[in-house]
């Protein structure tokens, strides 16, 4: 069990620029979660998939933002014509039904829009 | 809908101090409860859970009982430690606990 993988650990980007993330889950995990983190707060949900189907997207997902996992293992987050308030740590989480409702983050991705 | 609110830090400690972290609740339906803590750079690590009222969760000395009356979670060692500084969470979970509501995270140091 090697945990919850995430890359790139940090990126750097300039305003209107795309960029992806992307997060391995735990191997046996059909559950993945995606959060932002922004500092001094909480994390926030933004969307989840089990197996490969994205089962739900709070509304701090917008249009520019979408998330995939075409396979049922890994998922990428891309985010479209990047804006400075994108700037915040992106979190991935991953969990198997049945384990005690337990999930398991990964060290997130720090995005900064310049 | 669903909330939680921490006390607010940061906090300040010396070595072998009593620590809590106050944490309440409004949830619809019947939450489990959960403390994370987050080291510098780091993801978040559960620490310990409470899926009912009056349950407790225990963990590396820290505990929370999940108080339905008071809807309340606080989280408690006895001595804390260097080690032990970090940002703590509290979350709470209707459904499924992937879709966790966090509080905003309390910001806890533990000087020697």
């Known amino acids: 069990d090697t945990g919850v993988s995430q890359n790139p650990r940090h990126k750097i980007t300039k305003r209107g620029q795309n960029v992806t993330f992307r997060c391995d889950p735990i191997?046996?995990?059909?559950?993945l979660y995606w959060y932002r983190q922004t500092l001094g707060q909480g994390p926030e949900f933004l969307t989840y998939f089990q197996n490969e189907a994205q089962l739900e997207k709070s509304r701090l997902l917008s249009d520019r933002f979408s998330a995939e996992r075409p396979k049922g293992s890994f998922s990428t987050l891309e985010i479209q014509r990047t804006e400075q308030g994108d700037s915040a740590m992106y979190l991935c989480a991953s969990s198997q039904p049945g384990t005690g409702n337990t999930i398991y983050f990964g060290e997130g991705s720090w995005l900064t829009v310049v | 809908g669903n909330s939680v609110t921490q006390m607010e830090g940061p906090v300040t400690l010396s070595e072998e101090a009593f620590l809590t972290i106050n944490c309440t609740y409004t949830?619809?339906?019947?939450?489990?409860l959960f403390w994370y803590v987050q080291y510098p750079g780091e993801g978040l690590q559960l620490l310990l859970k409470?899926?009912?009222?009056?349950d407790k969760g225990s963990n590396k000395g820290f505990e929370a009982t999940y108080r339905k009356e008071t809807t309340s979670f606080h989280l408690e060692k006895g001595s804390v430690q260097v080690s032990d500084s970090a940002v703590y969470f509290c979350a709470l979970s209707v459904t499924n606990a992937g879709k966790s509501t966090f509080g905003d995270g309390t910001t806890l140091t533990v000087k020697p």
């Open positions: 949830a619809t339906g019947y939450p489990s």
């Open positions: 409470a899926t009912k009222a009056d």
């Open positions: 191997s046996e995990h059909n559950r």
